[in-house]
């Protein structure tokens, strides 16, 4: 079956601009996670989605926001882009909010603020 | 804050060793530890988890061990192979189902 599918795979903005990345979860996981990934860092949490409702958020400010449609895609959206911000943002799937199988992540989306 | 953390960025194996990848924590409410294996380019692979009411959980080539005391985590990939070369993740489930990741050991098997 089918991966979790994240387009576009690169992407270069400016700063203040704003930005929408997609997710497309494994046929029947209604749970989809997002994290950004930086060097020294590692993965850092920013939100759940399950059944269209965001069940958890991480310490990110409120210019990134997501939303999940009803066939479990979902979107992330980064409003006015700084510098900062340039990463690797994964989407995860799982079949239930507590992941207890684990997640499957996706190859992630590198934005590039420039 | 990072409440998981893997000190050692980089690990390097001969090929047959035993690999042992280190992580610790701060929260003792975490409930539920997972690794993962993350090659380059693509998003990371759930490879072995354990819950908290366990101390070790094995799985062919990979054991985890949990030491709650310590609050520390370890991978252990015995023998290990050329393929396992790879960034190893340890994450952990605190409250409201969040994982926290730590930041990853590259890990390196010499043929």
């Known amino acids: 079956k089918a991966g979790v599918t994240q387009t576009p795979r690169y992407l270069i903005k400016t700063r203040g601009q704003q930005v929408t990345l997609s997710c497309s979860p494994i046929?029947?996981?209604?749970?989809v996670s997002w994290y950004q990934q930086t060097p020294g860092q590692g993965l850092q949490f920013l939100f759940e989605?399950?059944?269209?409702?965001?069940?958890n958020k991480g310490n990110f400010p409120g210019r990134f926001s997501g939303r999940q449609f009803s066939n479990s895609r979902s979107e992330m959206n980064v409003s006015t882009l700084e510098l900062g911000d340039s990463a690797l943002y994964l989407c995860?799937?799982?079949?239930?909010?507590?992941?207890?199988?684990?997640?499957?992540f996706g190859s992630g989306t590198r934005l590039t603020v420039v | 804050d990072q409440q998981v953390k893997q000190n050692s960025p980089s690990l390097s194996v001969q090929e047959g060793r035993i690999s042992i990848l280190n992580c610790d924590y701060t929260?003792?409410?975490?409930?539920?530890f997972l690794w993962y294996k993350k090659y380059p380019a693509e998003g990371p692979t759930f490879l072995i988890s354990?819950?908290?009411?366990?101390d070790k959980n094995e799985d062919g080539r990979f054991t985890v061990f949990l030491n709650k005391s310590a609050k520390h985590l370890s991978l252990h990939i015995v023998p290990s192979q050329p393929g396992d070369s790879a960034v190893y993740f340890c994450?952990?489930?605190?409250?409201?189902?969040?994982?926290?990741f730590g930041t990853g050991t590259s890990l390196t098997v010499i043929p």
């Open positions: 995860a799937s799982s079949l239930t909010l507590q992941g207890a199988y684990g997640y499957t």
């Open positions: 046929s029947g996981h209604r749970s």
């Open positions: 989605y399950f059944s269209e409702t965001q069940r």
């Open positions: 929260n003792s409410m975490f409930d539920y």
């Open positions: 354990i819950s908290s009411i366990k």
């Open positions: 994450a952990a489930r605190g409250t409201g189902n969040q994982f926290y």
